[in-house]
């Protein structure tokens, strides 16, 4: 097969929020290295083309590689399976456990389709990419295929902007249920009892109408609070925004899929040496714990929540030291550049191989 041959089913154009920045990043130096074709990959012209085009029965057929930045519909599978091989793909989320953990409902129909699709992709794929070892195994996939990618930055390379002259902590996250927004505003309610001047700025990604109206819930439970700033920033603003706070949070509550999830606002945190408050969610806690860039609850709730940002605040050189700390990690291992050199290296080094 020709090593220049290949084919990204991606995303039509970089996205900004949580798994959609991974989406973004995790082939793009193979995209670079190889010239690969980036097709869509939830456009059904693109893939019925590509499907045509790479058929077992297309004399003009042209052998070649696929990888794809989420999940595909199987019926480009059994067309092409001698024609194409199917490298990777990455599964940074699961499509029923993901939806479980952010309170959606999913009939059964809906949950069986999805089941469907997820297992025809780990069946088709050679490598499959994860965040996480436990996020693999709580997702049920086996250890032998695995290529384990953490999540990162793309904001890595910028120096940090000075921390500002009053208590200001902040949350940037996809705006849904689940992660522990409500109990960041108690426990900042609680801080200001000691910390009177402290205000709490909540950076919100809105991608559909129900997080566009979660963030309207959110206004309304806030409205009697001027110390809760509520914005959606654009990406490019994102550096400069989230650069006003002292100090970012993390409150995401006991939930199984939060244990083995490495949340994308972790990393962009390092990435502007801010510190993180987290709770003690497993592999986020290990992040912060092994690298010294902040602070982990002692437990759940409001109330450990307070505490430990009341701590937290009661630093500022600890602030700077623990943020600086972040900043280092965000330059290295957690640089998305870095890390997809890591996915180029590895496939291309499985390309140059016969097909197992």
Known sequence: MSANNWTVFGEPKPLIYGGSLRRSNVFNTLVQRTRARVVPRRSRIHTTIFKRWNSSINPLRRPGFAVAT?????HLFAPTRETVRWMAVD???????QAKAMQVHLDE???????SIWNANVAMFETLIVPSTSFALYAGL?????LVIPNGTAMAGMPPLPFPDRPVIGMATGAARGRGIEDLIAAAEQVRQSIPDLELNLWLAANDVTAEEYIGELRGLTARLPWVSISSPKFNEV?????????MVIPHPPNEYMDVALPVKLFDAFAIGRPV??????????IIRSGGAGWVTEGDGVDALAETITQALSSKSELAARGQKGWELAQGQYNWKRLSEQVADVLLGKASTPRA
């Open 239 to 247: 550096f400069q925004e989230t650069s006003r706070a002292s100090l």
């Open 70 to 74: 989420g999940l595909v519909t199987p």
């Open 277 to 286: 408050v987290a709770t003690p969610r497993t592999e986020t806690a290990q």
């Open 142 to 146: 086996s250890n032998e295929r695995l």
């Open 109 to 115: 129909g809906v949950t069986q389709r999805r089941m």
């Open 91 to 97: 599964l940074h989320d699961h499509p029923v456990l």
